[in-house]
Nanobody
Framework: VQLQASGGGLVQAGGSLRLSCVAS????????MGWYRQAPGKQREFVAS???????NYADSVQGRFTISRDNAKNTLYLQMNSLKPDDTAVYYC?????????WGQGTLVTVSS
């Protein structure tokens, strides 16, 4: 499976962006998909995840500002990011967990200016 992330860019603090992650083939809705991010000089960290039949999970730092969703018909995962802060600046990666394997997208850069 290949994952292609897009939608990053430069935005002012308080602004919004929507990230997309398209899978190269159909992904069963029962599989966990998520977003992670890596800021300069920091380790990659969890942002949000989604799986059918369960509530989405969010990192405390983005709870209430970010919304994860997926369109199974389009094999696409989304991350709607509102009220962006400079601390949200990072490369954002999508991930698919398939059994014991993790599949990662190539990352998309989000830069939030103050």
């Amino acid at each position: 499976v290949q994952l292609q992330a897009s939608g990053g860019g430069l935005v002012q603090a308080g602004g919004s962006l929507r990230l997309s992650c398209v899978a190269s083939r159909t992904i069963h809705s029962s599989l966990i998909m998520g977003w992670y991010r890596q800021a300069p000089g920091k380790q990659r960290e969890f942002v949000a995840s989604i799986r059918s039949g369960r509530d989405p999970n969010y990192a405390d730092s983005v709870q209430g500002r970010f919304t994860i969703s997926r369109d199974n018909a389009k094999n696409t995962l989304y991350l709607q990011m509102n009220s962006l802060k400079p601390d949200d600046t990072a490369v954002y990666y999508c991930k698919l967990k398939y059994g014991s394997e993790d599949y990662w997208g190539q990352g998309t850069l989000v830069t939030v200016s103050s």
